[in-house]
């Protein structure tokens, strides 16, 4: 064969596979442009909670309590859970980390903590990134089932 035919073969076959990768990468981006895209409602507050508890292991199921009590504002991520050192305690507190409670308070109103058990206290070495700690006492059960019992009516 000659070789202008053979130039010309081999011009067409890569002129042809170029047109055949651009029609094929339009393909794929208008298949990924068209996709279904999805909204995800975002709560307006979120914390990491640390979990204390303080009640001589008298009370159980904190952490998915806390979870189920929060509501769809607030999105709790619980960081860890310990036993408080030390004696039982008889009024749950909340320890907040950051200076600015708002976060704070509206978890101290839907566990039924009352706002003046929250106590402004900053870590220094956060290493698990808490905003809050939860100190669990002998009186969240009672909490609980007032939050719940205010939910139902």
Known sequence: MNKKIIKKILTGILLATLIVVIVYTAFITT????????????PEHMMQLQIMDASGGKIKNITST??????????????????????????????????????????????GIDPSKIIYKPITQNIKQATATLVVALDFDTLVSFVNHDKEN
């Open 31 to 42: 298949k990924v442009v068209s996709g279904v895209s999805v909204m995800v409602e975002t």
């Open 66 to 111: 806390v979870k189920e009590l929060t509501g769809d504002d607030l999105l709790v991520q619980i960081v860890g859970e310990d036993k408080f050192e030390g004696q039982q305690l008889l009024h749950s507190m909340i320890i907040s980390h950051e200076q600015d409670a708002t976060t704070t308070k509206l978890l101290a109103r839907q566990l």
